[in-house]
């Protein structure tokens, strides 16, 4: 239970709820039923201080509000379900009645409380819901058509007077103790049931809230009317006044009783008119309140739900699962914004009109204009507040950067305002610019999450062409495009070196296999870049900070980071939360079937392939990912996945493997994939096995187990009626630079002799689609009027050691299947151990970085002598304005700009 209030309610208020609470059928059955176990009666004394404290305590509460709140809190302290749809009408009672209370309108107060059944008539309808609960128990199916035919009996006859069966509400009380107090027939609930509304509901609200906004405009020319006719029929009443007292001054006792009765008929109409006028400002006040209501709900719906699971998507396409309807689905979402921004607008002034409307009425003792202005202010505070968040959200980023950003190279990006330009934002955004600038992930989260101003964010690196001006597009989306940026520095925070800090110490543990350490390399620190609107204002809404986060990506300088990198981008893209509501540095255990599905999805982004990877393939993966004697099935962290070597005896992870060999099909085995002739995923054990299986000689291509993106050819060959396998020593991208697979597998003498690779592809027809392609090279090279030269190469089997050629030192047995090493005798070595180079765009960029001439603006300098600047040849022509001044207009340079509140 909820504390009690820490001031007591004031007594003839909390005997009010108390006389609410004794007629309220419902509520009582479940009391009486023990709802709320040995303590209900304790609950039902703490249910109505608590019930009159909210009421009277909270500022801008409606029906709606008050009912969530006292259906949540007996669902929690009760254990009771009300089906019978009572708390609405009971939590507007309440209001009302807390609204003549406060008001000091005795007179409707008392008029409302006469309405109540009494406290006798409410006890015997709780006495026939019992005895119909144990008689319908009884009567079954019988029952219920009697009860029926009762209902359409009473229907059809129009005799108020006759006695109908008082059915009243019913209690179920089920195996887990929970009381349900709903009607003896099923009804449609008016409100929606509990979660996110549906598609259909959706639509549904929508409607009305074009309905109550067309309502409320009517409303409000009838408020408009009425307080004209009855200020008119007041000024009327004041002159029959004066012309009284003028009769009685005069002694015109003839005239004085026919202008004594005109005063009083005038009286009893001006009377109807206030009666009527107060009436249709209440009705206003609800209707604004209903329309309040719906876009609260409806917006709460797009924002959290709708557009949060677009990003969701938005941010899973970036590792290559599907999001089909990208733009039309954004499309739907700009037109709720819109449908949002345009209503929300519209009640505002309506709010607002009718504030300055009651502001200048005349104004009475009863003090119900103060009461109504007090109510509309805080709808229109209510909707002013929605409005400002809904712009704020609806700027989002339509086109993520790359997750990978390099220095020194440009990226393309793409921001959109949703709400498009229903409010005349076009023409507020004239003068402002679009920045985008990068921030550390840290500070992006603690910005989203509402722990950090956007003033105190901190720029960590330099954006070239970071201005862009946001425009209307042709159809119809105001977008600011990135087109030429380029991220030209980063700082990047260095990890303390190594021994610096003693942990031990310190008292902290080693981090295990579960945990982070503090310090983290460059690879492991994540951005974002942040969008920004500069000096965004909204008509008289003020200026106010508009900005959107990209989704967190990585910065490399060199492309060895890039493995790392792209391994941190996957897991965060995959496991992480779109809205950053996680622990900055929480570890998400990923189960191995999702785990597996990203990575299918993500070699097919990555290497362009037709045909994904296979379940076959996956189940490798597996089988290499959980280390023998590790739990199978166990969830996996990310230092598993990127962090932990695979096995002792090697020095790469998971992660690096896999994506090397992506890297390899991507830049030279695409084909040999895609056309199913690279097998690729299987050990050197079972490659072994399946080649000897087979019926005729054949081999088979496999990545490397113990070497990172090379591929073997692995090929059995007989001796003595015996099958042997033998496995090349893998090539990796630079071996296939100099001699590509195709021709290692034409010029190897051992695999002239083998006619299929396996299963049974025939090895002839896979090399023709490669013969064109080397007939090309060769024709190019031809022209250089060299004699070209060619690499062959030869594998030294068991028979060529026989001949007189010797095995190296370190070569194993043809039959070994767990060397340290892959064997290749023949192994082509690259030309060069060091290399050295660097790309002479990053050294140019570096060069003018640091002598500053980017900086300082030189740009002549940069050009050299035989620049010559164009001037203009024709000055500019000058357009005359003097006609301005004949309509009597100020001229800019002395106009008066409004003021508007400088807020956030």
């Not at 598609?199 to 004209?228: F, I, P, Y």
Request: glycine content about 6%; aromatic content about 8%; charged content about 25%.
């Amino acid at each position: 239970m909820e504390a009690l209030p820490a001031t007591p309610v004031h007594p003839e208020w909390r005997a009010i709820v108390d006389r609410v609470l004794t007629v309220w059928s419902a509520y009582q059955l479940g009391v009486e039923q023990q709802a709320g176990g040995d303590e209900t009666s304790e609950k039902h004394v703490w249910f109505g201080d608590v019930l009159a404290d909210h009421i009277a305590n909270s500022r801008g509460l409606n029906a709606d509000g008050l009912e969530e709140w006292i259906t949540a809190l007996l669902y929690q302290d009760f254990d009771l379900v009300l089906e019978d749809d009572s708390i609405y009408p009971t939590s507007h009672l309440l209001l009302e009645a807390y609204g003549y209370w406060k008001a000091g309108n005795r007179a409707r107060l008392g008029q409302l409380m006469d309405t109540l059944p009494s406290e006798e008539r409410v006890r015997e309808a709780r006495r026939a819901s019992r005895r119909g609960a144990d008689q319908e128990e009884e009567e079954g199916e019988e029952g219920e058509a009697i009860e029926e035919e009762d209902e359409m009996r009473d229907r059809s006859d129009d005799d108020e007077d006759r006695p109908k069966r008082d059915r009243g509400p019913r209690t179920v009380v089920d195996d887990d103790g929970w009381t349900t107090v709903s009607h003896r027939r099923s009804v449609d609930n008016r409100r929606f049931a509990a979660g996110p509304p549906t598609t259909m509901q959706c639509d549904e609200m929508r409607s009305s809230l074009v309905l109550v906004t067309k309502e409320s405009m009517g409303l409000w020319e009838e408020n408009k009317d009425l307080q004209g006719r009855f200020v008119n029929d007041l000024g009327e009443l004041h002159r029959i006044q004066l012309a009284i007292g003028q009769l009685e001054s005069d002694q015109r006792h003839d005239q004085l009783a026919q202008a004594r009765q005109s005063l009083a008929e005038m009286q009893r109409r001006a009377s109807s008119l206030y009666d009527c006028l107060q009436e249709k400002r209440s009705q206003l006040v609800k209707k604004l309140g209903d329309g309040l209501q719906h876009v609260a709900l409806l917006q709460n719906n797009l924002i959290s739900e709708r557009l949060l699971e677009w990003k969701n998507r938005q941010k899973l396409f970036q590792i290559g699962i599907p999001f089909e309807n990208r733009e039309q689905s954004l499309d739907d979402l700009q037109c709720d914004f819109e449908l949002l921004a345009e209503h929300n607008w519209q009640m505002r002034t309506f709010a607002s009109w009718q504030i300055d409307l009651l502001r200048r009425g005349p104004q009475l003792t009863d003090n119900n204009a103060q009461a109504h202005i007090n109510n509309l202010s805080t709808i229109l505070d209510q909707l002013t507040k929605l409005l400002c968040m809904l712009v704020s959200q609806s700027f989002i980023v339509s086109v993520q950067p790359e997750p990978v950003l390099k220095t020194q190279h440009k990226f393309v990006t793409e921001a959109r305002l949703l709400i498009g330009d229903k409010l005349g934002i076009r023409q507020h955004l004239v003068h402002t610019n679009v920045t985008v600038r990068i921030i550390a992930e840290e500070e992006a989260r603690l910005l989203s999450i509402g722990n950090m101003g956007y003033p105190e964010v901190k720029t960590v690196g330099t954006i070239s062409n970071e201005y862009e001006k946001i425009n209307m597009d042709e159809r119809g989306h105001m977008v600011c495009k990135f087109n030429n940026s380029k991220l030209t520095r980063i700082a990047h925070r260095k990890p303390p070196p190594k021994g610096s800090l003693d942990m031990k110490a310190m008292g902290v543990p080693s981090p295990g296999p579960n945990m982070l350490m503090t310090s983290q390399a460059a690879t492991d620190q994540k951005y974002a870049l942040l969008y920004n609107i500069s000096s965004f204002q909204l008509g008289n809404l003020g200026k106010f900070d508009v900005w959107t986060l990209s989704l967190p990506l990585m910065v490399t300088v060199h492309g060895s980071q890039d493995c790392d990198a792209q391994g941190a981008i996957l897991w965060q893209r995959a496991f992480a939360n779109v809205n950053r509501c996680g622990a900055a540095n929480e570890l998400v255990l990923a189960s191995w079937p999702d785990l597996a599905q990203v990575i299918r999805h993500k070699f097919s982004l990555f290497t362009g392939a037709k045909r994904p990877l296979s379940d076959t393939d996956l189940s490798y993966l597996y089988e290499k990912l959980y280390a023998p004697g590790s739990q199978e099935g166990k969830p996996i962290t990310f230092h598993q996945f990127a962090k932990q070597d695979l096995r002792d005896d090697v020095g790469f992870t998971f992660w690096e493997w896999l994506f090397s060999c992506m890297q390899l099909i991507k830049q030279k085995l695409l084909k040999f994939w895609d056309e199913g002739w690279l097998i690729g995923f299987i050990s050197k054990h079972d490659a072994s096995a399946q080649l000897l299986q087979m019926p005729h000689s054949s081999f088979l291509l496999r990545f490397s187990d113990t070497q990172t993106g090379a591929v073997s050819i692995c090929f059995a060959l007989e001796d003595d009626n015996k099958k042997i396998p033998f496995h090349l020593a893998p090539f990796t991208i630079k071996d296939l630079d100099q001699l590509s697979l195709a021709q290692r597998i034409i010029t190897c003498p051992q695999l002239k002799e083998i006619r299929f690779l396996y299963p049974s592809i025939d090895k002839e027809e896979m090399l023709k689609y490669f013969e064109s392609e080397e007939r090309q090279k060769a024709e190019q090279e031809s022209t250089t009027g060299y004699i070209m030269s060619e690499i062959v190469m030869v594998a030294k089997t068991a028979k060529q050691s026989q001949r007189g050629a010797s095995f190296a030192a370190d070569s194993p047995s043809p039959l070994s299947n767990h060397s340290k090493l892959d064997w290749s005798p023949g192994e082509v070595l690259p030309g060069g151990a060091n290399n050295n180079s660097m790309d002479v765009g990053d050294e140019l960029v570096s060069m003018l970085n640091n002598s500053g001439l980017m900086e300082n603006g030189d740009v002549e300098a940069l050009l050299g002598p035989g620049f010559r600047p164009q001037l203009p040849s024709q000055p500019l022509q000058q357009i005359d304005l003097s006609f301005v001044d004949q309509f009597g207009q100020p001229v800019m340079g002395n106009m008066q700009q409004p003021q508007f509140y400088n807020g956030h």
